[in-house]
T-cell receptor
Framework: DTGVSQDPRHKITKRGQNVTFRCDPISEHNRLYWYRQTLGQGPEFLTYFQNEAQLEKSRLLSDRFSAERPKGSFSTLEIQRTEQGDSAMYLC?????????????????FGPGTRLTVL | LAKTTQPISMDSYEGQEVNITCSHNNIATNDYITWYQQFPSQGPRFIIQGYKTKVTNEVASLFIPADRKSSTLSLPRVSLSDTAVYYC???????????FGPGTRLSVLP
C-alpha cells in the first residue's frame, strides 16, 4: 500500500448533476478526512470518520454534500445538484488515531485529490 | 480557535536556511503546532509538529518560544524542490478546528 488513492482524478460535470468521489485510505488507518481546496486557499475541512462513524461535519457544509464510510475502509463523497461554486479540488486524507499502535500525533496522509469542474 | 498569521510569500536561494514564522497569539494550553507542505497539484504533506521548545526531524526544525505565541519553521539548506506552500496550524490536529490558512508560498531561486 503506497498511500491514499482517490478516484477519479478529474471530473467535469454540468450544473445540477450529481457526482460521487471515492477515497481509499492507507490500510489500517482508522481515521479518514475530506477537504475541499480552491485556488490560492488552504484546504477547508468538510468531514471526518473514525472507522465507519462520521464524527464531525463542517458547520458550513451544505446538505447537498454527503459522505459515507460503510465498512470503515474506503469512503465516498457525493455532491447532489452540483453548482458552479462546487468547482474545487477535493482532498481525502487518512491517519491513525493517537494511542493506536504507539502513535502520539495525528499525522494526516493526503491523497492526490479529485479536481471537480462544474460547467 | 487559535488564529494564525504567516507571511503570504517568501523568496530564498538554493543552499540558504529559510525560517518561516507563524504568529498565534491566542494559542490554548492544549494546542499543538503543526506544519504541512504542499506542492502544486498534490495534497499537503506533514512536515513537523511540536508543543514547546524545539523539535527536529530529518526535514526541518520547529522552534517554539516559552510563551508559545509564535513558532518558526526552519528549513536548512533549501533546494529548488522545496518550492511549495507551507501551512502553520494550531489546535487539535484533526477536525473542523484544524484550519489551514492561505499558507506561505516559498519560492527557492537558483
Amino acid at each position: 500500500d503506497t498511500g491514499v488513492s482517490q478516484d477519479p482524478r478529474h471530473k467535469i460535470t454540468k450544473r445540477g448533476q450529481n457526482v460521487t468521489f471515492r477515497c481509499d485510505p492507507i490500510s489500517e488507518h482508522n481515521r479518514l478526512y475530506w477537504y475541499r481546496q480552491t485556488l490560492g486557499q488552504g484546504p477547508e475541512f468538510l468531514t471526518y470518520f473514525q472507522n465507519e462513524a462520521q464524527l464531525e461535519k463542517s458547520r458550513l457544509l451544505s446538505d447537498r454534500f454527503s459522505a459515507e464510510r460503510p465498512k470503515g475502509s474506503f469512503s465516498t463523497l457525493e455532491i447532489q445538484r452540483t453548482e458552479q461554486g462546487d468547482s474545487a479540488m477535493y482532498l481525502c486524507a487518512s491517519s491513525v488515531s493517537p494511542g493506536r499502535k504507539g502513535v502520539t500525533g495525528n499525522e494526516q496522509f493526503f491523497g492526490p485529490g479529485t479536481r471537480l469542474t462544474v460547467l | 480557535l487559535a488564529k494564525t498569521t504567516q507571511p503570504i510569500s517568501m523568496d530564498s536561494y538554493e543552499g540558504q536556511e529559510v525560517n518561516i514564522t507563524c504568529s498565534h497569539n491566542n494559542i490554548a494550553t492544549n494546542d499543538y503546532i503543526t506544519w504541512y507542505q504542499q506542492f502544486p497539484s498534490q495534497g499537503p504533506r506533514f512536515i513537523i509538529q511540536g508543543y514547546k521548545t524545539k523539535v527536529t526531524n530529518e526535514v526541518a526544525s520547529l522552534f517554539i518560544p516559552a510563551d508559545r505565541k509564535s513558532s518558526t519553521l526552519s528549513l536548512p539548506r533549501v533546494s529548488l524542490s522545496d518550492t511549495a506552500v507551507y501551512y502553520c496550524l494550531v489546535g487539535e490536529d484533526y477536525g473542523q478546528n484544524f484550519v489551514f490558512g492561505p499558507g506561505t508560498r516559498l519560492s527557492v531561486l537558483p
